[in-house]
């Protein structure tokens, strides 16, 4: 167990629907990272939190948005859902914004059908 | 951004053997990080080594930071070690990942 908390482990939903995942970071840690692996694009960098507050925004589509909330936990709201959305999502945690060491979560398998 | 190079993209080892995986970075970095991904998706977070060499069991690794690289060792390999071995640097407030080194090991 790296500490890091991601829920559901697996979802299927269909096409144009909308789910929110949802991160617990590692006690400690005020970052939040979300990536998104495909088989296609690898593991691509999200949009990073930390202590609440955006710090980076990556190759996240429109569609998509998350938060951190006072507790740390983080979601991802994932929406208008396409085919293509179809991934592995991490959350990982760090300390602080800029950190000697990312744990990550055991990811969520999305599936869109 | 910072661009992360990873080779060989395909590694198919006897059960024994040993291996070099390497990483090449584009600029200077802060962090550098290992992972091994197990055939079940997990991301194992294998080595936090910005530079220098670290061990751990059969896994060694050295980052040479002056010269933008890192090599991960797998010696006397072992089934188990099979899956995708990343590197990841941190530059801007992220980590970019490698696409990845696929190690096979047969028994």
């Known amino acids: 167990d790296s500490g890091v908390t991601q829920t559901p482990k697996h979802l299927i939903t269909a096409t144009g629907q909308r789910v929110t995942l949802r991160c617990s970071p590692r006690?400690?840690?005020?970052?939040v990272y979300w990536y998104q692996q495909s088989l296609d694009q690898g593991l691509q960098f999200l949009i990073q939190?930390?202590?609440?507050?955006?710090?980076a925004k990556g190759n996240i589509l429109e569609r998509f948005s998350a938060q951190q909330f006072p507790d740390l936990h983080s979601e991802l709201n994932l929406s208008s859902l396409e085919l293509g959305d179809s991934a592995l999502y991490f959350c990982a945690s760090s300390v602080g914004p800029r950190d000697y060491g990312y744990t990550f979560g055991s990811g969520t398998r999305l599936t869109v059908v | 951004g910072i661009q992360v190079e990873q080779s060989p993209p395909d590694l198919i080892l006897q059960e024994g053997a040993n291996s070099t995986l390497r990483c090449n970075f584009s600029d200077s970095v802060n962090n550098l990080q290992w992972f091994h991904q197990n055939p079940w998706g997990q991301l194992i977070n294998l080595f936090y080594i910005p530079s220098g060499t670290k061990q751990n069991g059969r896994l060694s690794a050295t980052t040479v930071a002056t010269e933008r690289y890192s090599l991960l060792y797998i010696s006397s390999s072992q089934t188990t070690d099979s899956g995708v071995y990343f590197c990841?640097?941190?530059?801007?407030?992220?980590?970019?990942f490698g696409a990845g080194t696929t190690v096979t090991v047969r028994a």
């Open positions: 990841a640097v941190d530059g801007d407030y992220k980590l970019s």
């Open positions: 939190y930390y202590n609440g507050e955006e710090r």
């Open positions: 006690s400690g840690d005020l970052s």
